[in-house]
């Protein structure tokens, strides 16, 4: 079935480090792909998606690309702040299926 | 604007116990969700609805019971909650199938 798989963490950066957290997923087709931000007490909120190969999703300094040929969807941000500490969850929708399909999560702390 | 909300926030059972979770939301959304989230786990599918009146099995729906009377309004019920139940229940709701799902801030349920 599909799912989606993603970089274990916690991940721990520096303010101003590069970001990447890896995605990858399986599909029969090609579906829609997503990441959302869970800050601490709250619910998810979507961050940035992409719907079709070679999109580029981006959305507060955060980007995704949609690669087809990698089944990837990697998130990345030149420069974080500790406003960025937080759960990201990469998830991807079939276009004929009413679910979307969540990784894990990948936990981020930043530090000053 | 309200958004999504979830009653109650915090709730602690015995096995055995019943309990409803409610779930409203105020933008006329036709599709709502329920997930739980474990740790390591992402979220889970338990069951959704396309409409009012109208509800489906998601992943993992085995000890769960929904109804959807109201638009507005999504009920996930325990009737004999079992400790594999403790988890944080998250709702959702979009317009449709294809656009962003909006989370409310989740109940975090313990069963002794």
Known sequence: GDSVTQMEGPVTLSEEAFLT?????TATG?????WYVQYPGE?????LKATKADDKGSNKGFEATYRKETTSFHLEKGSVQVSDSAVYFCASRETSYDKVIFGPGTSLSVIP | NAGV???P???????????TLLCAQDMNHEYMYWYR??????LRLIHYSVGEGTTAKGEVPD???VSRLKKQNFLLGLESAAPSQTSVY??????TKDNEQFFGPGTRLTVL
């Open chain 2, 63 to 65: 000890g769960y019971n």
């Open chain 1, 21 to 25: 957290i890896n995605c990858t997923y």
């Open chain 2, 5 to 7: 909300t979830q009653t």
């Open chain 1, 43 to 47: 619910g998810l909120q979507l961050l």
């Open chain 2, 9 to 19: 926030k915090f709730r602690v059972l015995k096995t055995g116990q019943s309990m």
């Open chain 2, 90 to 95: 998250f709702c959702a709701s979009s317009w």
């Open chain 1, 30 to 34: 090609y579906p829609s792909l997503f």
């Open chain 2, 37 to 42: 989230q474990d740790p390591g786990m992402g």
